[in-house]
């Protein structure tokens, strides 16, 4: 089946820093990749629609200029925590379309645990 | 627009019964329904989904989900609980034309007991 790869699984860094977190279709071509957001305890939030080749649509509330998502390829979107600070900790996860597949259903990534010290 | 309602926040059931976790949703369209379950720590994986055929919805690992259009539910049921099950569960809309846009419940986490 389809599988979507994230990497790093956790990542600690020093606050101010700037940390990417990629987002890869292994077998499949995502002409559309989801990041949402996910607080302990909580639901996943939807923080953008990334595009293949097209600027990424973010939703109400979601700083684009704090949240850099990129998509140049069919197989890879990445996400860039300009500044991070330590409220930027959470759990990231990516997920992605399978664009020649007709079926409405996306796969998901492991996740990526930011840690802002 | 979408919305789906979780019925519960956690649910504690003993081994080997029966587990029900329920899901009501609202939608302008015919809505496809999606149950996600998360294992600590992990990403979401999909157990099962609803997509206008038959009501009735067998998933992975002995789950299964109804469609009741008239109670506007998507209950979650398995006949007999495991431990490897306890984990975080989300029930999930997504709207024809949304782009694939979801909308996700605030989760119900279940927990088994020996």
């Known amino acids: 089946g389809a599988v979507v790869s994230q990497h790093p699984s956790w990542v600690i860094c020093k606050s101010g820093t700037s940390v990417k977190i990629e987002c890869r279709s292994l077998?499949?071509?995502?002409?559309?990749m989801f990041w949402y957001r996910q607080f302990p305890k909580q639901s996943l939030m939807l923080m953008a629609t990334?595009?293949?080749?097209?600027?990424?649509?973010?939703e109400q509330g979601v700083e684009k200029d704090k949240f850099l998502i990129n998509h140049a390829s069919l197989t890879l979107s990445t996400l860039t925590v300009t500044s991070a600070h330590p409220e930027d900790s959470s759990f990231y996860i990516c997920?992605?379309?399978?664009?020649?597949?007709?079926?409405?259903?996306?796969?998901f990534g492991a996740g990526s645990r930011l840690t802002v010290l | 627009a979408q919305s789906v309602t979780q019925l519960d926040s956690h649910v504690s059931v003993s081994e080997g019964t029966p587990v029900l976790l329920r899901c009501n949703y609202s939608?302008?369209?015919?809505?496809?329904l999606f149950w996600y379950v998360q294992h600590p720590n992990k990403g979401l994986q999909l157990l099962l989904k609803?997509?206008?055929?038959?009501?009735l919805v067998k998933g992975i690992n002995g789950f299964e989900a109804e469609f009741k259009k008239s109670e506007t539910s998507f209950h979650l049921t398995k006949p007999s609980a495991h431990m490897s099950d306890a984990a975080e569960y989300f029930c999930?809309?997504?709207?024809?034309?949304?782009?694939?846009?979801?909308?996700f419940g605030t989760g119900t986490q279940l927990k088994v007991e020996l």
């Open positions: 997920s992605a379309r399978d664009g020649n597949s007709g079926a409405n259903v996306l796969t």
């Open positions: 077998d499949f071509q995502a002409t559309t």
């Open positions: 990334s595009n293949e080749g097209s600027k990424a649509t973010y």
């Open positions: 939608s302008s369209y015919s809505p496809s």
């Open positions: 609803y997509t206008s055929a038959a009501t």
């Open positions: 999930v809309v997504s709207e024809p034309g949304g782009g694939n846009k979801l909308t």
